[in-house]
């Protein structure tokens, strides 16, 4: 909870200056090119490609360890690891739980967010529910991933609760996955959407064109990148959530990233190097 204070402040702080804003201006943008400079790029060269090698050292490590029977006292090149059916954290299957929770997270995330906040930032008359709602897509941001795995175990783990059937399941995953990475992702949405003139709906209503036709034919295609956007991040982040679906997972679930964690917890770090995602 006291977690949440910086988050209220920063929302109070925001809602401030977008009172305080109005329509962003525009100006006449002229694209920068500087003049060719060997030295320059050599030197700017050399360090990307140091920056690189450091990066690619980690992985590279990552990718040995997987290959050595028993890291790090057997170093002998063996590709036992690779056998993902006979591995303890759920082989293929945690694999394909992992793509089933990323595919789904992101296609009903993204329209989920992006409709939510076209939404808000569209429609006028509820000045007071948007600011609601905002106020609340802050939140997840907020708070840490294993807290909010610790709320969804106590509310939906509850007998006498309605929705106990969903713990377990694959669609509480997907809930408290897209609730999770709900802040970011609605940023970018919101962020692409105030860009667009206001006049498009103005437009609309005059040609007394329906708002959902409006937003499907115009909208999305306009904001398409940045749809696209929230789709990859949505997918990428859900492929390797560990700490609020750590506490939802079933054995029916188990994700491969949980199963890494398992796997590295136990001493298989061999084991988990290898593992899909």
């Not at 949440?4 to 201006?25: C, T, Y």
């Not at 209503?205 to 937003?215: E, G, Q």
């Amino acid at each position: 909870m006291v977690l949440l204070l910086p988050a209220l402040f920063s929302f109070g702080v925001d809602a401030w200056l977008r009172r305080r804003h109005g329509d962003s201006m525009s100006g006449r943008a002229q694209v920068f090119q500087p003049a060719p400079s060997r030295v320059r790029d050599g030197c700017y060269l050399a360090i990307v490609l140091l920056v690189c090698a450091v990066l690619l050292l980690v992985f590279g490590m990552a990718v040995y360890s997987s290959l050595v029977k028993f890291w790090p006292y057997n170093l002998s090149l063996s590709l036992n690891h690779y056998q993902f059916e006979d591995t303890a954290g759920g082989g293929w299957l945690a694999y394909r739980n992992s793509l089933t929770l990323a595919l789904c997270t992101a296609l009903v995330g993204s329209v989920l967010i992006f409709t939510g906040a076209y939404l808000m930032e569209k429609t006028k008359g509820q000045q007071g529910l948007n600011l609601a709602l905002r106020l609340l897509s802050f939140v997840p941001m907020a708070v840490p991933g294993l807290v909010l795995g610790l709320g969804y175990v106590f509310f939906f783990n509850l007998n006498d609760n309605p929705l106990h059937v969903f713990y377990g399941t694959m669609t509480l995953l997907v809930v408290c996955t897209i609730a999770h990475y709900l802040t970011t992702a609605q940023m970018t949405a919101t962020t692409a959407l105030r860009q667009l003139d206001a006049e498009f709906e103005a437009a609309a209503l005059s040609l007394k064109a329906p708002l959902y036709r409006h937003y499907l034919r115009v909208t999305v295609p306009i904001c398409l990148p940045a749809l696209l956007d929230i789709l990859r991040y949505l997918f990428v982040s859900a492929m390797t959530t560990v700490s609020a679906a750590i506490f939802l997972y079933s054995p029916d679930t188990i994700l491969a990233a949980v199963a890494v964690l398992n796997m590295d917890d136990a001493g298989n770090v061999g084991g988990a190097a290898p593992c899909p995602p």
